[in-house]
C-alpha cells in the first residue's frame, strides 16, 4: 500500500514536468514551421496526452473489461471539458477562435452524439442489451479518418501566425516534445496503476474505476498540459488539447480497437454518462459561440456540473 502511495505522488511529478516540457516544445515546432497552434494542440498534443487512453483501451478490450474501455472514454471526455477547460478558465478566460467554434466544436458535438446514439441499443429496443459491434467501431474510425482529412487541408493551408517572440531551435522544440511526451505517458502509467491499485484494496467497482480513477488518471496528461498551456498564454493549445482528445478518445480509443478485436457486450454504464458527456459538448460549443470566449463564470459552471455528475457517481 505504500509503495502505491509513492509511485502515485512520483507519477504526479512526473506527469507535472512532462507537460510544462511537452507545451514549450509543441509551441516552438508551431512557430518554426509556421503553423497554427489551434492546429499544434488538435494533433501533437492532443494525440500525445490520449496515449495512456488508447493503451488503457487495448489492454481492457483484450482482457475482457469492456466497461473499462467506455467508463475510460465516457469519464475522460466529461473530466476533459468540465474538469479541464473549468480550471484553465479560471486560471484564465479562453478566447476560442473563430474556425474552432464554426468547425471543430461541432464536430465534438457530433461525434459524442453519434457515439452515444451507438451505445444506445437499450434506448430503441428494450428486448438488446446495452452492446458495441463492429460495425459501430468501424462507423466512428471512419468519422474520425475524416476529420484527419480536415487537419490535413488545414496543414496544406498552413495557417500563418505573425508573432514577434523568438521561437526555441526546431531540433531543441522537437526534443523537449519527445521527453515531454515520454514523461507524460510514464507519469500517467504509474499513477493510474498506482491509484487502480489502490481502489481494488478498498474494493471498488469495475464501473467506478473506470469513470473516476482512471479516467481521471488518463486525463491527468489533459488536465496539467491545458493548465500549463494557458498560464503561458498559449489559449489555443488548451483548447485544441481537450477538443483533439475527445474526438480521439472515441475515433481511436474506441474505433479503432473495436474495428480490430470485435465488439463488446453487456455494458453496464447508465444513460446519465451519455447524458452529461453530450450536455458538456453541448455548452463548450453554447459558451464558445456566444460570445467567442469561455470565462471564468463559465468555467465555474463546468466545475458545478463536474461536481454534481460526480457526486451522482459516487453516492448515487
Request: charged share 15%; hydrophobic share 55%; with cysteine.
Amino acid at each position: 500500500m505504500l509503495l502505491q502511495i509513492i509511485l502515485l505522488i512520483v507519477g504526479f511529478i512526473v506527469l507535472i514536468k512532462g507537460a510544462d516540457v511537452f507545451v514549450d516544445g509543441a509551441s516552438g515546432i508551431a512557430r518554426n514551421f509556421k503553423v497554427s497552434k489551434m492546429l499544434i494542440g488538435l494533433t501533437i498534443v492532443a494525440f500525445g496526452t490520449s496515449a495512456p487512453e488508447f493503451a488503457v483501451s487495448v489492454k481492457s478490450l483484450l482482457s475482457g473489461s469492456g466497461d473499462i474501455v467506455f467508463g475510460n472514454v465516457i469519464g475522460s471526455n466529461i473530466l476533459n471539458i468540465l474538469l479541464i477547460l473549468g480550471v484553465s478558465a479560471c486560471v484564465h478566460t479562453l478566447t476560442v477562435k473563430n474556425n474552432t467554434v464554426k468547425k471543430e466544436l461541432p464536430i465534438t458535438l457530433l461525434i459524442t452524439t453519434l457515439m452515444a446514439v451507438l451505445l444506445s441499443d437499450h434506448l430503441f429496443d428494450k428486448n438488446l442489451s446495452n452492446a458495441f459491434t463492429r460495425s459501430d467501431g468501424v462507423v466512428l474510425l471512419l468519422f474520425f479518418l475524416v476529420f484527419i482529412y480536415y487537419l490535413i487541408s488545414m496543414m496544406r493551408r498552413k495557417v500563418v501566425e505573425q508573432e514577434e517572440e523568438e521561437s526555441i531551435k526546431l531540433s531543441k522544440a522537437t526534443i523537449f516534445t519527445i521527453v515531454g511526451i515520454i514523461a507524460i505517458v510514464l507519469g500517467s502509467n504509474l499513477v493510474v496503476d498506482s491509484a487502480s491499485a489502490l481502489a481494488t484494496a478498498i474494493g471498488i467497482s469495475e464501473r467506478m474505476i473506470s469513470l473516476t480513477i482512471i479516467a481521471l488518471g488518463t486525463s491527468l496528461p489533459e488536465l496539467v498540459t491545458s493548465v500549463m498551456a494557458t498560464k503561458k498564454g498559449e489559449y489555443d493549445i488548451a483548447i485544441g488539447n481537450v477538443v483533439g482528445s475527445n474526438i480521439f478518445n472515441i475515433g481511436m480509443v474506441i474505433g479503432l480497437p473495436i474495428t480490430l478485436f470485435g465488439g463488446v457486450n453487456n455494458l453496464t454504464f447508465n444513460s446519465i454518462d451519455l447524458i452529461v458527456m453530450i450536455t458538456s459538448a453541448f455548452l463548450l460549443f453554447l459558451f464558445s459561440f456566444k460570445d467567442y470566449k469561455i470565462s471564468k463564470k463559465e468555467g465555474i459552471s463546468f466545475l458545478i456540473l463536474f461536481a454534481l455528475y460526480y457526486s451522482y457517481v459516487i453516492f448515487g
